[in-house]
């Protein structure tokens, strides 16, 4: 019985593990991933995480805990999020766009997508029309595209740039020029870069097929188009992997051509040797910031990459308007998960811990509210937060909250914000088989 139990359990294990690749690219730890700020209002802060979300409206002084279960998204965590100047925040997962209009407690896809069987794989809108919204879809075996909508995404129509049998993994624009838009994918002929200088009407294709690289790109897959110069819509950065390895490029050409252009110090190839999280650069282009799940590193132009002291076992980095950084850490290495810079990565001021996460105080009747109080003390606990006593719901004056459910034998979800030890063994025996992280990084 205890054998066909654990065989069970692995028949389940394997599929989310194979499947929950940002939870697991942070070992299953409650780790922050990406950070918004809503422009023009720089007191709301959205910051993703292993364990669903936080936010503060109150430029970081307290932080409420929504759960995935809240924030709908099931086993597809969005990469980032983005407000709307009104307040919407909005989210793409890979098989939804999400939207929420009263500030995290209740999500809903979007049907334009959803009706159409869409998957919205990346959202972007330019600074300075934020209500323009670019958004590309990846779904495999289906029609894809880049839509577009000029009312903050209240609705959306076709662009041009359609494909029968490809995927579209990135979109940009370029923030000197909101005209000009990058758009990644894939086609069955190879990777290319779509560029338009019209704001979408026309365009043009460059196919990539890294021939230069051909010792090093093994079979190249997931080119994702990050960042474009804020100062030069001719400069851009895009991704790659092969082999298991992440490769940042540069285009200095509008996308023509590409180099390989981050050289980790210690390493012998020039990528990644962990999945790349984000990338951000400097006002003026000549400073890069590339996070991987556990170590930062910053590239100046015409130096090698240095890989920074800080922050360590977590990273995510995104620019402000002032220059600072904000950046994702790891709690239980140097006692933050949300960290600001502002001298390049030298030196941090934390912004919380995550011992100062606090329940969601969201209204009775809305998801967040319903689905994740039951589920704040033992989200609580795991973080190393003693739970105060247990909220009254004010749905039902007077009555308290029904008692978390117990936890199953083999419940391994990481959308809970808890990975129990069954998913570590899963995680640790799938990383045999992962490419040995090269032993001397350090610079």
């Known amino acids: 019985m205890k054998l066909l139990t654990s065989l069970r359990c692995w ?22 991933t990406s950070v ?7 007191e709301d802060l959205f910051v993703g995480a292993t364990f669903g ?27 980032s999020y ?36 869409l998957w919205p794989a990346r959202l972007v809108s330019p600074a ?26 209240e609705t959306f129509t076709d662009t041009s740039l359609q494909s029968a049998d490809g995927i579209f993994t990135g979109v940009q624009v370029a923030p000197s020029d909101m005209k000009r838009i990058y758009v990644s994918g894939q086609t069955p002929a190879g990777i290319r870069l779509s560029r338009s200088n019209d704001e979408g009407v026309t365009w043009t294709h460059f196919p990539h097929p890294f021939d230069e690289y051909a010792n090093e790109f093994s079979r190249p897959y997931d080119f994702v188009v990050l960042k474009v110069s804020p100062s030069n819509p001719d400069h851009l950065w895009a991704r790659v992997t092969a082999v298991g390895w992440t490769y940042i490029l540069e285009s200095k050409d509008g996308g023509q051509s590409f180099q390989s252009t981050l050289k980790p110090p210690g390493q012998a190839r020039d990528g990644l040797d962990e999945y790349l999280i984000g990338l951000e650069v400097s006002a003026d282009g000549n400073t890069l910031w590339v996070a991987t799940p556990t170590r930062l590193f910053r590239k100046r132009a015409g130096e090698a990459a240095v890989l920074l002291t800080l922050p360590t076992g977590n990273a995510c980095v995104e620019r402000q308007p002032d220059n600072s950084l904000l950046m994702c850490g790891a709690d239980r290495e140097h006692g933050w998960v949300l960290g600001r810079t502002l001298d390049e990565g030298q ?36 973080i190393g937060i003693t739970p105060e006593p247990e909220p009254v719901d004010s749905g039902t004056p007077g009555g308290p909250k029904p008692p978390a459910p117990p ?33 001397n990084h350090q610079p």
């Open 36 to 42: 918004a700020v809503r422009r023009d209002h720089p």
């Open 407 to 439: 936890a199953q034998g083999c419940s391994c979800s990481s959308t809970g914000g808890l990975f129990p030890a069954a998913c570590l063994l899963a995680f640790a025996t799938l990383r045999r088989f992962r490419r040995r992280r090269p032993e």
């Open 82 to 117: 983005l407000w709307q100047p009104n307040g919407d925040l909005l989210a793409a997962t890979g098989n939804a766009l999400l939207r929420s209009r009263d500030g995290g407690c209740s999500w809903q896809a979007h049907s334009y997508f959803s009706s159409r069987n």
């Open 347 to 382: 030196t941090y001021t934390p912004l919380f811990a995550l011992t100062d996460i606090k329940p969601p105080t969201c209204p009775a009747g809305t998801p967040v509210h319903d689905r994740c109080l039951s589920r704040w003390p033992q989200f609580a606990e795991s």
């Open 53 to 79: 979300a936080v936010i503060s409206r109150d430029s970081g002084k307290s932080w409420q805990w929504l759960c995935p279960e809240g924030l709908g998204y099931g086993g597809w965590p969005p990469d």
């Open 11 to 32: 028949l389940v294990l394997v599929p989310l593990v194979l499947r929950a690749a940002p939870a697991l690219a942070h070992a299953g730890f409650p780790d922050t």
């Open 128 to 153: 300075s029309t934020p209500s323009r919204l670019w958004v590309v879809t990846s779904r495999s075996g289906t029609p894809n595209g880049l839509y577009r909508s000029d009312d903050g995404g």
